[in-house]
């Protein structure tokens, strides 16, 4: 059951809210985040929040981790029986299900050997329309996001999810300016990344000491003569390699010229939305940590964060 009301000025939610209900469902404005996360918390209820939680750009376009200081503090002083979790939607996709599912299966080689990953390449380069109001409207200083904010965090959710710190030591960028007909557009944030990671294991051991990710994120990639791309490959230290294709919601093992398919253990949704509020409830109901919860979800913004802070600027629409 749902119930709607109207929001306070200052990004909390009436009394009679958080009355009738036991979960709170943040999809606001992503600058609006942190006021209900805070608010939902001492209140004593569950969350589940859009992505990201919150911004790590002021509006002027520059690096800030004020929101994100506060939303660590928040978080590392919570008590466990709280379910917080992120809903950042590529993590629930049908090929990243798969992926969770059958972890232990694909890191195991043929002498059933478990082996770690050494490197992951990862691209989300999409086919979009910039003089969209939408996309005009999240990607934009006014709403404190740029395309690592908004899509980089998919990318990097998969090495935080295996409890991974992804370090930035190389970035490139470019932000798309353009005309159509009689319509000029300049963003104001990036709209094309690539960036290099060196990743440190936190409390597992999924990675080898020198793993690194490459990974690409774009928008208008046809005004830049590409196509769209939705995959992520990681490449095991057996150099065996495992693809995820997110458009047809694969994962395929390749080794030697062998491939070996795997398939869902359960039943999964095309839809990932439909997955992540299944994979909340049940995180309730079992009392157990979500696969995108808020610790893991700060691993990825702070790696975002450190991102924005190098970084050259390049021509990659022509």
């Not at 306070?8 to 609006?32: C, F, G, M, Q, R």
């Not at 979500?290 to 702070?302: E, I, K």
Request: hydrophobic residues 35%.
């Amino acid at each position: 059951e749902f119930s709607y009301f109207h929001v306070n000025e200052d990004h909390s939610l009436p009394k009679e809210a958080y009355e009738k209900a036991e979960v709170i469902i943040i999809h606001s404005k992503n600058i609006t985040h942190l006021g209900y996360i805070i608010d939902a918390i001492k209140h004593r209820k569950h969350v589940l929040c859009e992505k990201p939680l919150v911004p790590v750009l002021d509006k002027e376009g520059n690096p800030t981790d004020i929101y994100l200081k506060c939303l660590e503090e928040i978080v590392e002083t919570t008590k466990g029986d709280l379910i917080l979790m992120d809903a950042e939607h590529y993590s629930y996709k049908k090929a990243s299900v798969i992926f969770y599912e059958n972890l232990n299966e694909i890191l195991k080689d043929e002498n059933n050997k478990t082996r770690k990953i050494k490197s992951i390449e990862g691209s989300l380069v999409e086919i979009d329309n910039p003089y969209k109001w939408r996309t005009l409207a999240v990607l934009s200083r006014e709403n404190q996001t740029g395309l690592l904010g908004d899509t980089m965090v998919h990318l990097l959710s998969f090495i935080s999810n295996l409890r991974g710190k992804a370090t930035p030591i190389y970035r490139e960028y470019s932000q798309f300016e353009g005309r159509c007909e009689d319509k000029e557009v300049k963003y104001d944030v990036d709209t094309y990344d690539y960036v290099d990671y060196e990743i440190e294991n936190v409390n597992k051991d999924f990675f080898t000491e020198d793993a690194k990710a490459y990974l690409t994120v774009a928008k208008f990639a046809d005004k830049a003569g590409r196509e769209d791309k939705k995959e992520m490959k990681f490449v095991l230290d057996d150099d065996s390699e495992v693809v995820l294709d997110f458009k047809e919601g694969s994962v395929i093992k390749t080794k030697n010229g062998i491939t070996e398919h795997y398939h869902e253990k359960n039943i999964v949704s095309s839809n990932e939305y439909v997955n992540i509020l299944n994979h909340f409830y049940n995180a309730m109901s079992n009392n157990h940590k979500p696969l995108t919860s808020f610790y893991n979800s700060l691993l990825t913004l702070r790696a975002i964060y450190e991102s924005y802070k190098i970084g050259q600027k390049v021509e990659f629409y022509n």
